[in-house]
């Protein structure tokens, strides 16, 4: 991966309280990188560091070669989009876009502003006013307006935190299909874990002003780094136990349940307290003709409950040690409550982590 925008040890502090803490990270050019995490994780001020609007108490920007840290917002080759969007209501939608094209030149100005209609969609509005607009089209106009003076990168401060769900979800589409016809570069602040998993060619976790993963979307869903990540990208078992034996990569724990081997890549050493990180789509479950082990982990519990989720069923299984894992399953797997399972799982399906 070479490098087009990186950030090096960078730090904000206000009074006593490090919003970024000493994060480093390198972006190539036309990705799409999420930055993910719960509110006050410092994950819009490293937005508005990249951006200009705040000055890093230490460390460095460097975007395309050049060191950004400490230019004017205006001189950055960087623009950022608002969550409300920020629209000016006195302006058409057409004004709106063409804002930030001053001095281009009005047949220019004109022409850009046109294409951007188009690529957004709205070029049948361009004469209509905001507030005529429902919230998707707003959105469209503000990323157009964003797109104005074509920056090299483009910062989004929860871009469609705005709209509701079934709109939300229409719209990751348009943005990333946007994204990839410009091949501009896309940072963008979500605290939304599947939208982040929607959108991003990779998601850096952030927690406490630390970049705790980075990572393609499947690696940080499939192999998270600590219960934090775990927790944060969906509904995960976690099974503790001591480590055992490495086996390449494959690492026995030792658990309440009996043994586990699970995928080791970062696990502690031997002897050391452990858990197992387990997705519950990742398990199998047989409540007759128990499965032989083989090369899969199995182990033994009755269902609790069943929830009907339409194309799944959701079950709650009570093992043996009177700790409870969740289970998907699809529907019409015929397993009931109070029904005798056996649950199973190839190693690769789980990660052992630091407890």
Do not use: W
């Not at 959108?199 to 990572?215: E, F, S, Y």
């Not at 858990?275 to 182990?299: F, K, Q």
């Amino acid at each position: 991966m070479v490098p087009f925008l990186t950030l090096q040890r960078l730090t904000k502090t206000f009074g006593t309280h490090d919003a970024v803490a000493d994060l480093s990270l390198d972006m190539p050019s036309g990705e799409i990188l999420c930055l993910l995490g719960p509110s006050g994780c410092g994950k819009s001020t490293l937005l508005r560091l990249i951006a200009g609007f705040e000055t890093p108490t230490g460390g460095a920007i460097r975007l395309d070669g050049t060191d950004l840290t400490g230019l004017a917002p205006h001189r950055r080759p960087v623009n950022m989009m608002f969550q409300s969007y920020a629209l000016f209501p006195h302006l058409s939608v057409a004004r709106n876009i063409a804002y930030g094209l001053k001095g281009l030149g009005r047949s220019a100005a004109s022409a850009r502003v046109d294409a951007l209609l188009r690529l957004v969609r709205m070029d049948e509005f361009g004469n209509r006013a905001p507030e005529t607009l429902s919230g998707g089209q707003r959105q469209r106009v503000a990323l157009a307006r964003a797109l104005a003076r074509e920056p090299k990168v483009l910062l989004l401060d929860e871009p469609l935190g705005a709209l509701d769900r079934g709109l939300r979800e229409e719209t990751q589409g348009e943005l990333r299909a946007i994204q990839r016809r410009l091949g501009t570069a896309f940072v963008i602040v979500t605290h939304d874990p599947s939208e982040a998993m929607a959108l991003a060619d990779r998601i850096g976790v952030m927690d406490k002003g630390r970049l705790v993963q980075i990572g393609r979307p499947e690696t940080l869903y499939e192999r998270p780094v600590n219960r934090f990540v775990a927790g944060l990208l969906g509904d995960v078992n976690l099974i503790p136990g001591t480590v055992g034996e490495t086996d390449g990569a494959l690492v026995r724990v030792e658990t309440a349940l009996g043994p586990v081997l699970a995928l080791g890549e970062g696990a502690p050493a031997a002897g050391a307290p452990a858990l197992v990180a387990l997705r519950p789509e990742r398990i199998g479950a047989s409540p007759v003709d128990p499965m032989a082990t083989g090369d899969r982990n199995a182990l033994d519990g009755h269902v609790e409950a069943s929830t009907y989720l339409g194309d799944r069923i959701r079950l709650q299984i009570r093992m043996v040690d009177g700790s409870t894992i969740r289970a998907t399953l699809p529907a019409g797997a015929g397993i009931d409550g109070g029904v005798p399972v056996r649950l199973s799982f190839t190693p690769d399906a789980a990660t052992v982590m630091a407890a």
